[in-house]
């Protein structure tokens, strides 16, 4: 027996097991610049709207920051590259979240030393976690390549898009199997990758904006050589090359470093706790905040900060480009009303936002199904804490939680985009409720992950992530697709008043907190009286 032997029984055991869950996101992201490039080729049909389009957005810093240096020809296939940098992120964190989930989670459930007991070699869980991640990236490169063609692309630049989609994902899920080695537990590891991502992001995006002697600093970073594959410009296919290099060598170090430490420990030692617990911990509240506020912090920096930053700093320049282009303003007047351009940019990526944050209610929910399937609850429950008093700490999280997010991001954009007008006082309590606004539709969804958790539980991670979505697909493509108003009107999004600009109608949002309010009591009901743990 090798150490790799096992490996093809693990990696159908690891497809088995996310069968529901992994062509969802796989589906999601090969239509993503599917529909970005359709779009793009009905709102500017020449070389000349395409290049006017470029220099509009790539005039602001912030833009660039995101995108990358602006593509040396406007063709469709250049712009929509470009364009879909935010993808070439999104598969990057599948990568490193899918590859820890299946290697240090196991260990950290004990599952892997089970697995361990059987004919399955030292590595092999590591190398299947690394190859399942590997052949779905490639499927969704090849989708997204062959969406590309669709749209009369050329061929190879369509290839090398998708490649670069593909090793995105594929590189990172290698850089997370690295991290997973570092630390015995999920949550430092993910912390730990996600770290890495950021920084190879603000590494590549200080590059691209500052250019000249500091150009080179784009080489420096992971994410920065899958920009510059250029497709449809350059297609230099020899980056992919150095991706590959560079995945071989850092899962050839993760398996060293795996050799080098104990089943269920970390090459960096946990930090000790101190000998008593302060009497701050005493509680469930407590217990949960320490299992939450990793999660709330990442959320507040990464969309409440971060993203606040984004909308806000170029509200005015998506304001400018909305005036040049009708048929652009007439799109995002479908999710952001019908005032002013800046506005209908504001409302939009507000309810993007929300969407956004919707998933961090549903997983902060979720939450108490993680505990219970871990066998952690049970232990809880036999102290002096109910069952509702542990439900409603969680429960604090799901609701208070995107609520606080949602605050951090208006306000943060009301700021800077005030600051951009010379009208801070105006702009920050327009912005403000714009964000807050959308609160009743992320407590809907939040809400019914928690009566899915109390009523049907083994089904409560499915039914929570099927219905966000739902909503994404309804949200972002439906009209597009000709829904009738009917279909549209199941997301709760669609309810959500386009603020700032336009009328705010409380009778929807008054209709949709008494929906998640109902939601909340049917799984709390179900929670009670239902066996715990189920397992």
């Not at 239509?31 to 080729?41: M, N, R």
């Not at 920084?199 to 150009?215: K, T």
């Not at 995945?247 to 089943?263: E, I, K, P």
Request: hydrophobic letters at 55%; a positive charge.
């Amino acid at each position: 027996m090798t150490t790799l032997t096992g490996t093809g029984a693990l990696v159908r055991l690891i497809l088995r097991r996310d069968r529901v869950l992994m062509p969802i996101w796989m589906l999601f992201m090969a239509l993503l610049p599917l529909s970005l490039a359709s779009g793009t080729a009905s709102l500017y049909k020449t070389d000349a709207e395409r290049q006017g389009y470029i220099d509009d957005l790539g005039s602001s810093p912030m833009l660039l920051l995101f995108y990358g240096t602006k593509p040396a020809t406007a063709s469709l296939g250049a712009l929509v590259f470009w364009r879909s940098a935010t993808g070439i992120v999104i598969m990057a964190l599948i990568g490193l979240l899918f590859v820890i989930r299946h290697t240090r989670v196991e260990e950290e459930a004990g599952r892997r030393e089970l697995l361990g007991a059987t004919v399955v070699g030292r590595h092999a869980g590591l190398a299947a976690a690394i190859a399942a991640m590997s052949g779905a990236s490639l499927v969704v490169g090849v989708l997204v390549a062959l969406g590309m063609m669709s749209q009369q692309t050329p061929a190879a630049g369509a290839f090398a898009m998708g490649l670069a989609w593909a090793f995105a994902g594929i590189l990172f899920a290698a850089i997370g199997a690295v991290t997973a080695q570092l630390s015995e537990g999920a949550g430092a590891a993910r912390g730990i990758g996600i770290a890495l991502l950021g920084a190879s992001f603000a590494v590549r995006g200080v590059a691209d904006v500052a250019g000249g002697g500091l150009a080179w600093l784009s080489w420096v970073s992971p994410l920065g050589w899958v920009y510059q594959i250029h497709a449809y410009t350059d297609n230099r296919w020899w980056i992919l090359a150095l991706a590959v290099a560079a995945t071989l060598g850092l899962a050839w170090l993760a398996v060293r470093l795996s050799a080098r430490r104990d089943l269920g420990a970390g090459l960096l030692p946990p930090r000790l706790g101190p000998a008593v617990a302060a009497p701050t911990l005493a509680g469930p509240l407590a217990l949960a905040w320490r299992l939450h506020r990793g999660t709330l912090y990442g959320w507040l920096v990464g969309l409440g900060v971060v993203g606040g930053l984004l909308f806000g700093g170029v509200a005015q320049t998506a304001g400018e480009l909305l005036d040049d282009n009708e048929q652009l303003a007439q799109i995002l007047q479908r999710i952001g009303g019908t005032s002013g351009a800046a506005d209908i940019f504001i409302a939009g990526t507000m309810g993007l936002g929300a969407i956004a944050v919707a998933a961090y209610g549903i997983s902060a929910a979720l939450r108490m199904r993680t505990e219970e399937a871990a066998l952690r609850t049970e232990p809880l429950l036999a102290t002096g804490v109910s069952r509702l008093g542990w439900a409603a700490s969680h429960l604090v999280f799901a609701f208070l939680g995107p609520t606080v997010v949602m605050a951090v991001t208006g306000l943060t954009a009301g700021l800077l985009y005030g600051a951009s007008t010379g009208d801070v006082g105006r702009e920050v309590p327009r912005v403000l409720a714009g964000a807050l606004v959308q609160l009743p539709a992320i407590w809907v969804l939040a809400g019914l992950a928690v009566a899915s958790t109390g009523l049907l539980p083994r089904r409560a991670s499915a039914i929570g992530w099927a219905a966000l979505s739902l909503c994404v697909v309804l949200g972002q493509i439906g009209a597009a697709l000709q829904l009738s108003q009917a279909v549209l009107d199941i997301s709760p999004f669609t309810h959500i008043p386009r603020v700032p600009g336009g009328s705010v109608t409380v009778a929807p949002l008054l209709i949709l907190t008494a929906t998640a309010a109902a939601l909340v009591a049917a799984g709390l009901a179900g929670l009670r009286r239902r066996d715990i743990p189920v397992t």
